[in-house]
């Protein structure tokens, strides 16, 4: 059956008779490969509770120490002032997320599976699984962070909106947190970590800004991943996945106005590679004007209202949103008003109208980079209900043919003490295929 009527007739416990097909064995290896790959591992704390599989909930409860008093007291007083003391909690509701790998029974990857057992097994949680769960969690951490609520804009802009291409990293912003951290109720002892867009550290390498490499200082043990030096105190690394690209100001937006299916979207061939799969449509617009190939632009199906600043523009992506994807435009086709992508879209997000004649938008707009600072420990803390599981559900249909290796988890990341991050949003340059993109 297809899967929409897998899913209508199985949807309510697809899965209830498959429990003896969870393979934690292979947990060791999805962790190894978080651990190496993953931008955000070390900066989260996670809290398992397994009670939470239930109700879907932790609740964390935590007492306000009562005000010193420093009023003098009658010298025959019996009675000392009442020391008052009240508590705060906070709730993480976990939620569901997860992926699938769907293999044919003849692909290279089975017949090896089928011949090396477990071997296999990692081969394709390696190649195939691993990597998906990586970027989903390490994403949802990089929102939890950007979403903390302690945040500051470069120069004198007030949001994504009005930051100004000159509004680039200011170095000045490592004291400033470093000042802020000496205020905090536990003061930090150890350095403070940012980790931020490639833009910030290019910016301040331009500027003559003195690192001290991390050679210098390194305890391998204490290095997070990506860490590439010191400036005043703060240890930086760098993430791809702090440049928030497109959503600054517009520069142009493009109704999409033709179905997108998964396979649709690249050019048939780019710097030598054959892309996709032959016959596949590229990505049909109202016009082209304005677009440029080397534009990265991103494919979005909402678009932010003004409720949704500062941290967007309106109209423009939603840097959170589960449905946007980021590409760059390597061929035009302006008689037709198509455009073609450097890789093809692998999902149906743009395969339906949201009204009619529109399947989403194309936006090329001013990108966005951030700077986390994390000032202390539980910033972002993730609450686990469920850690991630691997499955291999036994094929299903007539000829036994296809192969499912699935993954899900249950949990969230959740800004925890937000006083200890704070995030730096600005403006800089993006590399291009041939010169620098500074919009």
Known sequence: MPEPSFDVAYGANPWATFQTNQHTVYVPDLLETF????????????KVDLAAQRTGQMVFTQLFDPEPNTAELDQRALWLPQLYVDSRSRTITVAHYGGKVQLRRWDDMITYWRENGKEGMRAILRSRLGPNM???LDLLARNAFLRCGRYSFAGSATGFATLAKTDVFNPEVCRIQQLSA??????????IFCVTSPAAVYQMRKDGTEFIERVQYADPARLINYEIGMYEGVRFSTASALTLYNCGEIITQKTITAALNPGDGAASS???????????????VDTVTNLNVGDIVTLHRVRATASDAPLATTNGPIFDHPYNIVREIVAIDGPHNIVYLNAPVLVD?????????????????????AAVFVKGPQGVVCGVAQPPQTYEPPAID?????????????????????????????????????SLIDL
């Open 35 to 46: 651990r190496r790959q993953a931008a955000f591992y070390r900066l989260v704390d996670y």
């Open 134 to 136: 990586i970027a989903t």
């Open 182 to 191: 000496d205020y905090a109720v536990d003061p930090v002892d150890n350095p």
């Open 270 to 284: 780019d710097e030598g590679w054959s892309v996709g799969q032959p016959g596949t449509a590229g990505v049909h």
């Open 349 to 369: 997000w743009f395969s339906t109208a949201i009204s009619a004649g529109v399947y989403g938008y194309l936006t090329k707009a001013r990108h966005i980079h």
């Open 398 to 434: 007539d000829t036994m043919s296809v192969f499912r290796f699935t993954w899900d988890a249950r949990l969230k990341y959740q800004p925890f003490y937000p006083e200890r991050v704070h995030v730096y949003f600005f403006a800089g340059p993006v590399a291009g295929r041939s």
